[in-house]
């Protein structure tokens, strides 16, 4: 049965029950759910409601502490580690040489810490607040300190510290980027940003596997001139 089919049926079956059996059957389903979906499905019953669903002050405090950890990453004082490695290509004087780059375990808590609140915030409905973090991601200049392979030296000494492309960095962050830039478009597009389709472009080249139609999938409002806005973005890729 297709989703079609099954919603066909569904809405079929559902016009044969009571108000108290169509709670009794929801109350049965929350038990197959994954606990995942319970703020969702709050947020979202609200949203239907038209009442306003404001974060609290553990969100924002949140919020808060994670856009200081990039201001920290900017300055250099959380880092990226790295190593070099002989790729195994030799010219005539000497061997090619590429490298490996991996978040410090307190990186890796920003980059999860971020990504779940983007999560969040787009339940929410703080679309803003949702493209400050993405673009916190993407934009914040890392540091990366060059440490020995770990194949040959144990030690801790660390060797070189220099700036690190975000490109070569981006396959290491530990989250699911691709998704995260999902949450940052949608988030455009329902705040209705003047400049949307500027960093919509920008981030697709930052994550070329974003298919813009996933937007549909995502967050508790629906995009109700999706087709508009698809059509006006297929015209300004072309332009550019």
């Not at 197959?32 to 319970?38: A, V």
């Not at 999560?119 to 993405?134: A, D, M, Q």
């Not at 060797?159 to 940052?184: H, P, Q, S």
């Amino acid at each position: 049965m297709n989703i079609e089919n099954f919603k066909m049926e569904l809405n079929k079956e559902l016009k044969t029950l009571s108000a108290h059996e169509v709670i009794d059957l929801i109350n049965g389903l929350i038990d197959k759910l994954p606990s995942d979906y319970y703020e969702y499905i709050i947020c979202k019953i609200k949203n239907f409601k038209g009442e306003q669903n404001n974060i609290d002050e553990d969100i924002l405090k949140k919020y808060n502490e994670i856009l200081t950890k990039y201001e920290e990453i900017e300055n250099g004082e959380i880092c990226f580690k790295g190593y070099s490695y002989e790729t195994g290509t030799y010219s005539y004087y000497d061997a090619d040489i590429d490298y490996v780059y991996y978040p410090t375990h307190e990186l890796e808590e920003v980059f999860a810490d971020t990504y779940e609140l983007i999560k969040k915030l787009v339940l929410y409905r703080e679309y803003g607040r949702v493209i400050t973090l993405f673009e916190s991601i993407i934009n914040t200049n890392y540091t990366c300190e060059e440490v020995g392979n770990p194949d040959y030296d144990n030690s801790d000494e660390i060797y070189d510290t220099f700036e690190v492309d975000f490109d070569m960095a981006k396959n290491n962050l530990g989250i699911d980027l691709n998704k995260a830039c999902l949450y940052a478009i949608y988030s455009l597009i329902m705040s209705n940003k003047s400049n949307k389709y500027d960093k919509i472009f920008d981030y697709i080249k930052i994550c070329p596997n974003v298919n813009i139609k996933d937007v549909l999938k995502i967050g508790i409002e629906k995009i109700d001139n999706f087709n508009e806005i698809y059509s006006e973005w297929i015209k300004y890729n072309e332009n550019k």
